[in-house]
Nanobody, 115 residues
């Protein structure tokens, strides 16, 4: 399974961005998916997860009410709509997919929020 993120960039505080994750390869093996982020000098942290059907989602407290995770299984894509962005949201955002025997990661997309 290969994962490719897109949609990162530079935005002012209060603005919005939408990240996309495109999955290819043995996508039939993918179950839950999620977004993680890693800020400079910090550990990678969970942002949001979504189950295989898209019916169940989970968010970090820091992004609840501002970010929305979704997926289009037919197109093998996952999204993260980020609203009301804050400087502390600045990080590299990674797409994650859980397969039958292992997890997969994308290469990351930089999101920078200026104050």
């Amino acid at each position: 399974v290969q994962l490719v993120e897109s949609g990162g960039g530079l935005v002012q505080a209060g603005g919005s961005l939408r990240l996309s994750c495109a999955a290819s390869g043995s996508t039939f093996s993918i179950n839950a998916m999620g977004w993680y982020r890693q800020a400079p000098g910090k550990q990678r942290e969970l942002v949001a997860t979504i189950n295989s059907s898209g019916s169940s989602t989970n968010y970090a407290d820091s992004v609840k009410g501002r970010f929305t995770i979704s997926r289009d299984s037919g197109k093998n894509r996952m999204y993260l709509q980020m609203n009301s962005l804050r400087p502390e949201d600045t990080a590299v955002y990674y797409c994650n997919a859980r397969g039958m025997v292992r997890a997969y990661w994308g290469q990351g997309a930089q999101v920078t929020v200026s104050s």
